[in-house]
């Protein structure tokens, strides 16, 4: 059975960095990992993806300054969060996807359990 351990998750002031990690301890190889994030009065959103070639997507307001990474031999996903804005406060959560060769309806979807990311002057 999977299961995403996150960690790395605080507080922060405007400009400073934070890594977050998450390892999907049980599985043997995702097809997608991510991390996804949800603010006070907002619905999740995508804040960064990458497959395992290594094709990498960002939410707008994190380009240049959120950084994805992942080890595919360890399932783990890491994201590097510099020059962290006030609005950049939200619990972010890991993502475990996989493409399933029967169809969309036997893909599978995982979820950490969401770790908080505060910034504040």
């Known amino acids: 059975q999977v299961q995403l351990v996150e960690s790395g998750g605080g507080l922060a002031q405007p400009g400073g960095s934070l890594r977050l990690s998450c390892v999907a301890s049980g599985s043997m190889f995702s097809h997608l990992m991510g991390w996804y994030r949800q603010a006070p009065g907002k619905q999740r959103e995508m804040v960064a993806t990458?497959?395992?070639?290594?094709?990498?997507d960002y939410a707008d307001s994190v380009k240049g300054r959120f950084i994805i990474s992942r080890d595919n031999a360890k399932n783990t996903v890491n994201l590097q969060m510099n020059s962290l804005k006030l609005e950049d406060t939200a619990v972010y959560y890991c993502n475990v996807f996989y493409y399933s060769d029967y169809g969309a309806d036997y893909d599978e979807n995982y979820w950490g359990q969401g770790t908080q990311v505060t910034v504040s002057s």
């Open positions: 990458m497959t395992s070639d290594g094709s990498t």
